[in-house]
């Protein structure tokens, strides 16, 4: 089971701030992830419709969309920063 | 090294005020080393008086992890004697202090420049987004981030 997590605009879509799911194993990128994410419902659709811009995070690090998501056991998901 | 000439670095995500005078004199306590500090604080403006208040939300854990990663970049880059780097979240009226970051150092370029780098990465890299509460008493929609930041931190 991997935790994802949510937060911002994209937890409010989504609808929960966090969930254990068992992701498909032929999901290899986070490009790969945000595109399987889609498929999942009307909320998620809304959530990752621009998946582009959606930043993730492994294991509390930034990851890019073509890293490799084996190994993490926790994945987030949120817009653009806006801190400082 | 003598313990007096290692940096001094402080990370710290709250959601109570923090104190500028109390956050300095804890970098510069015992030390006679220090030529130059530079206190940047980051306000809470009332966008023309429409504000109420900022909703902060972080993701606790890679907030603080992430602040330390940039810092430890500023403390490899530049001969810095001391950094802080203080961040709110939760509700925040304007007038109040978001954010604190203080850089110390022998003389003030390599003050002056890590304090700008930690402000550019903390707004581009650290996990907090902003909500705005407006005074009509709606909640108004998530601050957009700007591509300016992103333009001030490629600069480094």
Redesign the interface.
């Known amino acids: 089971m991997t935790k994802l997590v949510y937060f911002a605009w994209v937890r409010e879509r989504v609808g929960k701030s966090d969930e254990m799911v068992d992701l498909p194993p032929r999901l290899v990128t986070v490009a790969d992830l945000l595109a399987w994410q889609q498929t999942r419902g009307e909320e998620y659709e809304h959530a990752f419709a621009e998946a582009s811009v959606i930043r993730v995070a492994l294991d509390k690090r930034h990851a890019a969309h073509d890293a490799l998501i084996a190994g993490a056991g926790e994945i987030a998901f949120f817009p653009p920063m806006t801190g400082g | 090294m003598p313990a007096s000439s290692r940096p001094y670095s402080t990370i710290r995500i709250q959601s109570e005020p923090f104190d500028i005078p109390a956050e300095t004199a804890r970098l510069t306590a015992g030390r006679t080393d220090i030529g130059g500090i530079i206190t940047f604080a ?1 306000l809470c403006r009332d966008e023309g008086g429409r504000l109420k208040a900022l909703e ?4 606790p ?2 907030a603080e ?2 602040i330390a990663r940039v810092a430890e970049s500023a403390l490899a880059r530049w001969p810095l004697m001391g950094l802080t780097a203080i ?1 709110r979240h939760g509700l925040i009226k304007p007038g109040e202090d ?2 604190l970051v203080i850089a110390a150092s022998a003389h003030r370029r390599a003050a002056f420049e890590a304090a700008d780098f930690m ?1 550019d990465y ?10 705005e509460h407006l005074l009509d008493g709606s909640t108004g929609g ?4 700007k591509a300016e ?1 992103d333009v001030a931190a490629a600069r480094w």
């Not at chain 2, 902060?56 to 993701?59: C, G, K, P, S």
């Open positions: 980051g902060l939300e972080h993701y854990g890679m992890e992430e961040h978001i954010v402000m903390l707004k581009t890299r650290a996990p907090f987004w902003k909500r998530w601050v957009e981030a930041d």
